[in-house]
């Protein structure tokens, strides 16, 4: 088996060929460096290159000759992807037309795909299942959602091209060894941000809203440690080589924790009591978003193993106390 991660020197790609080296599978990372790393690439090799440069993916599909394509590359940063739409639209959505057209080219026909619990915007419902519409309420939901459609219309079109698309809730924690974790600067995730508050980055941590009508009155996430994310993508994989057909997953644990027990875990596992203020609610944020992750526990046969906000902290923090010591922190 051959895999070709595009974004495989970010966050949660690098944890991907992590694993990947780990069951000895054939990866190349392709990857334009502009939020990853090289020294984030623990397996493979690395091409250096942007997903809009057909002409070089092109060259790069022909030579390696994937079995199937992870396609992690893409920007992520909801707030970013409000003041400048189109950079979202032509990185995660544009980009992704330029990858499939090339796949489809070369006759790979299997892909998984890294989507968000933003396609579904506001959750009516919780825990939210697959079923339920997308209503994105940022560019950035609105990208992902836009290449899911792709997606779907060309396995409609074409029956042996099959994709998974994998919606990640809220993915935190690192790799137990400490050699990969969240290195990009900005972070503006809630468990990163109240790190850097431990560790004295930021004066203090502010709390977006307390008025939310959940038992706290803060937000409620489900929170899902990379490497059991980067296992989701493995079974993605598995099953899609056995015949599995295109299909769509919700990658969560199921339940949630609201920002004040996150906040109270954060504490406990660093021992630093830091400054937290109550502050107004930021845009766009809804209440509750929790996985219904029946069905990639069912149909993927997933089975998470590091289902414990503890552990996920304590991994998050030991890397954040030692990323700096990388090629300067970038
Ligand atoms: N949050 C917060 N303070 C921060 C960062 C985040 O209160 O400094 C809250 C945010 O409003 C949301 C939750 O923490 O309710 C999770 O936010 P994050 O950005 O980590 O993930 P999101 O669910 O928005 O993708």
Redesign the pocket.
């Known amino acids: 088996m051959r895999v070709l991660v595009t974004g495989g020197a970010g966050y949660i790609g690098s944890h991907m060929v992590k694993l990947l080296g780990e069951r000895s599978i054939d990866t190349l990372t392709y990857d334009n460096l502009s939020t990853g790393n090289k020294w984030a690439v623990l397996h493979g090799d690395l091409v250096v290159a942007d997903l809009a440069d057909k002409d070089t993916l092109r060259g790069v599909v022909k030579a390696f000759r994937p079995d199937a394509v992870i396609h992690f590359a893409a920007s992520i940063v909801v707030p970013e992807s409000v003041k400048d739409p189109l950079k979202y639209y032509r990185n995660n959505t544009a980009n992704t037309l330029n990858l499939i057209e090339i796949l489809k080219e070369l006759a790979v026909k299997k892909m998984v795909f890294s989507s968000t619990a933003s396609v579904y915007g506001i959750p009516e419902k919780s825990p939210i299942a697959e079923t339920e519409p997308m209503r994105p309420i940022n560019p950035y939901g609105t990208s992902k959602m836009v290449t899911e459609l792709v997606l779907k219309d060309l396995s409609l079109a074409d029956k042996d091209f099959n994709y998974v698309s994998l919606r990640y809730f809220?993915v935190a924690g690192s790799d137990d060894k400490c050699r990969i974790g969240q290195a990009y600067k900005e972070s503006?995730?809630?468990i990163t941000?109240a790190l850097k508050a431990a560790k004295g980055e930021f004066q203090k941590?502010?709390?977006?809203?307390v008025d939310y009508p959940t038992p706290d009155g803060t937000?409620i996430?489900d929170y899902i440690h990379v490497d059991d994310l980067a296992d989701a993508h493995i079974r993605a994989l598995e099953y899609l080589g056995e015949g599995g057909k295109s299909e769509v997953f919700n990658c969560g644990y199921g339940h949630g924790y609201s920002?004040k027990e996150v906040i109270a875990v954060v504490k406990k596992v660093t021992g630093v009591d830091f400054h937290v203020e109550e502050a107004q609610r930021?845009e766009g944020?809804p209440p509750v978003?929790v996985a219904d992750s029946a069905k990639i526990r069912r149909e993927l046969v997933w089975k998470p193993s590091y289902d414990d906000l503890e552990y996920i902290v304590r991994t998050a923090w030991e890397w954040e106390k030692t990323k700096d010591r990388m090629s300067g922190g970038k």
Do not use: A
């Open positions: 809220n503006t995730h809630l941000r941590l502010e709390i977006f809203g937000c996430r920002v930021r944020d978003v």
